[in-house]
């Protein structure tokens, strides 16, 4: 079964901008999916009207199998959210804000007081759970958001930038967390970021927005070979054999020679650099260094958006959101 | 289904209540005030003796009264502006529950502290000399809760409207102080010009603080069964206006 499948979902607002532009994508049960795109690109007014926050003005989704605007309280009690900004009181403890959580839930007082404890410990505030929530810092309010998420056993778990703003040992806890829910207790996770880091270390799958409109989904292994090959550099002083040599090898696909290295275009770069230091001894060239560079998701996403922003400015999209919404 | 609607409205009104007790420095303010005007009005206004030998504290207890819970309802009612700056509305509005729940528990938490606010100036009232007929109380409770409704009411259409706080200082200088102050809480609606009693008798609040007057200290300036329906009316239909702004109120 699906766990969300998006169909043409578009959101116009009030003053003619489109913030999401008929999107269409299924995030498998068990998946975690990344959502990555840039600052405005249309990633929390996603997840506002997929979490029945905001009404489409078009198209529609089906979360858990229920649809968004014909079965909000359905689609409500099978998520779990964390917004992008801290959604908690911060004049009631950590334990209030869940104990709060769970009742509007209406969950059952035994299952409450079982629960609390329960996600308290994944998170590992336990015994910040009686401190009220405004002496918590950035990663424990982080945390306490995502314990408060988890309290009803949700079947999906919605992230917006779920690590915006936090240092890096903060950031890798909330990775593991992420990775731990998604690992041991099945918990679909669907997360925005425009960390590329964050969206490759965690997410089964990518979906790359811009504009509005998803540009390419896939697993992040296959995007990165979208982009192309594994560059090796060379650091090496008479370099003019060598880089005849290697042309003459049918796994290199590409050398380019700059003042003291070559490049060297391949695909399975690890394995190739035996070959290259071998081929080097054979023609007496002496390698000074040697270096390994494998496309990562930055290039991708640069690829992309980059290319992109020059098609689409704000202008077009403007006019042609006036002319459909004529129709 | 209803039970679950009951724990979102009974949690919403305890995190009002618990709210309201760590805030210290509202609660002493919320006593202070009203223990001012009070006094500083009411010693210093003694020398005025109005129909039926009242004494001024006597009059102005019921008007400071309804001023307490005005103000406390209303604010229970803006503080969603609060809730949405700091993101605490997302929370309570992506929850399984309707929205009429949800304003439901917002008013019943804002006016049990408004309540318990003015039952809390009666009894400064009387420390200060005040005379109170105390039989005249539960109808006066039955008054107090319906301008507590009212307030909060209003308080959610003025947040439903507004961003910031900015505005809601305007609001309160422009539309609340003239409201208090032209109900009758300060003086009595008998002996003003004319086009000033056109206002108070425009006022919903006059027949509020009369109605309160009557019962607590025992004199009405207009017929008891008129201040009970139209405070009842604008009420009644200042909560539906409430629950519909803050239905079509979204996450922001």
Known sequence: MLAIEVKELTKVYDNMIVAVDHISMHVKEGEIFGFLGPNGAGKTTSIKMLSTLLKPTEGFAKVCGFH???????????????????????????????????????????????????????????DKANELVKNYSGGMKRRLEIARGLMHYPKVLFLDEPTLGLDVQTRRAIWDYILNLNKNKGITIFLTTHYMEEAEYLSDRIAIIDNGRIIVTDTPTNLRSLVGSDVITIGCKNHKNLKAELKKKNWVEKVIHHDSFLEVYVKDGEGRIPEIVEVAKENNVNIESINL??????????????????????????????????? | MISANLQAIYVLWIRQIKRFLRAKSRLV??????????MFFGFGFSFIRLDGNLNYIDFLTPGIITMSVVFSSMFAGVSVIWDRQFGFLKEVLVAPVSRLTIVIGQTLGGSTLAILQGLLVLCISMILGAKVNLFGLIPALIFMVLIAFFSVSIGLIIASRLEDFQGFQLIMNLLIFPLIFLSSAFFPIQNVPDWMNIIMLANPLTYAVDGLRGFLIGTFALPIYLDFMIVVLVSLSLMLIGAFAFNRCESG
């Not at chain 1, 950590?94 to 007082?109: M, Q, T, V, W």
């Open chain 1, 68 to 126: 968004i605007e014909k079965e909000p309280d359905k689609v409500r009690r099978c998520i779990g959210i964390v917004f992008q900004d801290p959604a908690l009181d911060d004049q009631l403890t950590g334990k209030e804000n869940l104990d709060f959580h769970a009742r509007i839930y209406g969950l059952s007082k035994e299952r409450r007081n079982k629960r609390i404890i329960e996600v308290l410990k994944l998170v590992g505030l336990e």
């Open chain 2, 29 to 38: 303010a919320n006593i202070v005030q009203p223990f001012f005007f009070l």
């Open chain 1, 293 to 327: 560079r494998r496309p990562n998701l930055e290039d991708v996403y640069l690829h992309y958006i980059g290319r992109m922003i020059r098609e689409d400015t704000s202008e077009t999209k403007k006019i042609m959101a006036q002319r459909w919404l004529r129709r």
